[in-house]
């Protein structure tokens, strides 16, 4: 999720603030959040071993980052205990720093 383009295209860096990213399953109704906060973290890539890897600022400078995703996997099929009771949305443990 990255907020409107309008909003942050004319800073300095051409950069929005933050940005997110997230995982939905193939009928949009559960989705998981795979990274929040106050970062940007953008150019997701799965690897064959169930790893995602992207770019992210949150260190201070854009490093290359990894998360597992079984977790994430799960709860965007439904079948996480992750999913809050009520709501189709879920939150999956840290990315680590590569």
């Known amino acids: 999720s990255v ?3 309008s909003e942050w295209a004319a800073s300095v860096d051409n950069r929005p603030e933050y940005a997110d990213l ?20 953008m150019m997701p890539t799965w690897s064959t071993n169930g790893q995602l890897y992207f770019v ?15 977790e994430a996997v799960l709860a965007a099929r439904g079948g996480a205990s992750a999913i809050n009771a009520g709501e189709n949305s879920a939150t999956v443990a840290a990315p680590t720093d590569n």
């Open 3 to 5: 907020p409107n383009p």
């Open 22 to 41: 997230w995982m939905v399953d193939v009928d949009g109704v559960a989705q998981v959040n795979l990274t929040k906060g106050g970062s940007v973290d």
């Open 56 to 70: 992210s600022n949150r260190s201070g400078a854009e490093s290359l980052w990894s998360m597992e995703t079984r």
